[in-house]
């Protein structure tokens, strides 16, 4: 992204956002409640137009919102179902692989909406995860996770940059923080790298 402005009536939330997610990296996104973290992943991934500036992506983009994208009506194998065909994947194996990576492999013929809401997320995960692309972008994709599972989440991303695929992550946790290789801040619009953003 380069010089990307977003304005939302006369209040702009990004002022001139410049970053590069290098492939093969693990990168954290901090800001106040409010601060547009949001709307710039939202930008990034291609759901909203910037008002100016450039966003370039490469390959694949996988992008875990902060309000799950699923029916309440559907199973969780039928979700994966639905995803496979979207994605154009042979198999949902990688799906439910990671489904069990994350503690619940036995939930594929529940209904999503008798899921926990921590169950909730780990499916929303899995759906932005399972056709490995490029980059990952995800809005506290931990939420309602036991520190069981929060474990296991680092132990998963950790294993996606390690493979080449770019992670971004928007994180409230302070003790997280060390797990990334760099870290922003958005403070007015603006993003802010390194040590000042801690």
């Known amino acids: 992204m380069q010089g990307v402005w977003k304005s939302y009536g006369t209040r702009a939330v990004l002022r001139g956002v410049d970053v590069v997610v290098e492939p093969g990296s693990l990168v954290g996104l901090v800001g106040e409640n409010g601060a547009g973290k949001t ?22 983009v996988g992008y875990s919102p902060q309000d799950t994208v699923i029916n309440p009506l559907l199973t969780v194998a039928q979700h994966l179902e639905l995803f496979q065909v979207a994605y154009r994947l042979p198999d949902v194996e990688r799906a439910r692989t990671l489904l ?13 909406g008798t899921l926990s809401g921590g169950t909730r997320q780990k499916l929303n995960l899995v759906l932005a995860l399972m056709h490995q692309p490029t980059l990952l972008v995800l809005d506290e994709p931990y939420q309602g996770f ?27 946790l302070i003790h997280d923080l060390q797990r990334f290789d ?3 801040e958005l403070r007015d619009g603006v993003l802010i790298e390194g040590a000042r953003a801690l």
Request: proline share 2%; with cysteine; hydrophobic share 40%.
């Open 39 to 60: 709307t710039l992943l939202r930008v990034m991934v291609g759901e909203l137009a910037p008002d100016r500036g450039t966003v370039l992506r490469q390959g694949e």
């Open 100 to 112: 069990g990576a994350l503690g619940c492999r036995d939930v594929l013929e529940q209904r999503a």
């Open 146 to 172: 036991d520190w069981d599972t929060h474990q296991a989440f680092w132990r998963l991303a950790h294993d996606l940059r390690d493979g080449g695929q770019s992670v971004v992550v928007v994180s409230h």
């Open 182 to 184: 760099t870290v922003h």
